[in-house]
């Protein structure tokens, strides 16, 4: 079965980058688009929607596909109501930044002959919104699928899912076509793994900017004399708020361990000032930069 219909709840960054790529790549079919109705006009005029509608039966009615790509509470508002208004045979998937709970909740409220897949796009910008869309946001970027999703089964390290159902393999070749690599994790890893690679850093942009704020003096120091490494330290910190509410909320747990873990490392490091041992803390720092530029895993003894 060849996607004809799909519906995107949720215009904004990556709702619209999702659905601008796939008419980009190919996809002939309608796409409609729910969100707030002064949404809409900007996403059928950017081209990411051929329709627009703030009525929730009729975006996701006799669609093959539903996008939920909205902040995490608003997925778990929506995600009862879609699965019941979602015609058999039809595949959810959501983009929401964490997944144990909007997995959980989809395993109760979705019906038999409705499939699920959780999943989270690892691309973004700091600017939000139908404006900052684009066609190629996820082009090289790894694409986090769930594996106790119905009907994901187990992937191997080329992407293929044995005892997929036809909509995930559909749903899979069009990540493929918009350059996104899919990895396949259960959702407690995933939440996990994003807290120290993703959720964590914000927070410590955040912290960062907002401690030299309250040492800015009113001639501007020191934040005047900032060159690209604070640049590049405060980036994330022009996030907005509103999207990392919900990533905190449903995610406190493994945020918690994360901050004692870098509380740890900055009292660490703090010890270590006048000391050799700090030279320790930048080799360890280094690998794992190296790690990250390589793209390789970490080996037991490393």
Known sequence: ???????????????????????????????????REEVLPRARERGAIDRGTADLKEAVGDTDLIYLATPVTLILELLPAVAQSAKPGALI??????????????????????????GHPGAGKEAGGIENASADLFAGAKYMLIKEAEEAGEAGEAGEVEGAGETTKEFLEWLGNLG????????ET???????????????????????????????????????????????????????????????????????????????????????????????????VALLQSGARRSGDE
């Open 1 to 35: 079965m060849a996607f004809e219909r799909i519906a995107v709840l949720g215009c904004g960054l990556i709702g619209g980058s999702f659905a601008l790529g796939l008419k980009k790549y190919g996809f002939n079919g309608e796409i409609v688009g729910w969100d």
């Open 93 to 118: 998937t959501d983009a929401g930044s964490t997944k144990v709970r909007i997995c959980r909740l989809a395993q109760q409220v979705v019906p038999e002959g409705v499939h699920f897949l959780g």
């Open 180 to 187: 996104a690599e899919p990895v396949w994790l259960d959702a």
């Open 190 to 288: 995933h939440d996990w793994a994003m807290a120290m690679v993703s959720h964590l850093p914000q927070l410590l942009s955040t912290a960062l900017a907002g401690m030299v704020w309250d040492e800015t003096d009113e001639d501007g120091l020191p934040v005047s004399l900032a060159g690209a490494g604070f640049r590049d330290m405060t980036r994330l910190a022009a996030s907005p708020y509103d999207i990392w509410r919900d990533i905190c909320l449903t995610n406190s747990e493994n945020l918690e361990r994360a901050l004692d873990r870098m509380s740890q490392a900055l009292e660490r490091v703090r010890t270590q000032l006048r000391s050799k041992e700090l030279k320790e803390e930048f080799e360890r720092a280094q690998r794992a």
